[in-house]
């Protein structure tokens, strides 16, 4: 995730939807690399 091209972004109406796809994306990211971790262990 490039972070200087989302804060050169002006404010948009959507962001908010933006920022919740970003979560979701991070959490299904971070639970599938805990999976990987369990399934090592």
Known sequence: ???STTQS???KRNQ???NI???G???SRSI???KVI???A
């Open 38 to 40: 369990q399934e090592s």
């Open 9 to 11: 972004q002006p404010p």
């Open 32 to 34: 599938a690399s805990e």
């Open 1 to 3: 995730m490039d972070v």
């Open 16 to 18: 908010d939807e933006e």
């Open 25 to 27: 994306l991070e959490l």
């Open 21 to 23: 796809r970003t979560v």
